[in-house]
C-alpha cells in the first residue's frame, strides 16, 4: 500500500479531494439554510 506522502504527491487524488471537501461544505451550508429559511417562514413539511 502507498504512503501517505506518495498519496499527496499525487494531483488527481488532491484535486478530488479538494472538490469533495468543496461540495461536502457546500451541501452542510445549504441544508442549515434551507432550514432556517423552512422555519423563519413557517412553510410546511413536504
Partial sequence: MADLRQLMDNEVLMAFTSYATIILT???FMS???????ITN???PE
Fill in 26 to 28: 457546500k451541501m452542510m
Fill in 32 to 38: 442549515s439554510a434551507t432550514a432556517f429559511q423552512r
Fill in 42 to 44: 413557517k412553510s410546511p
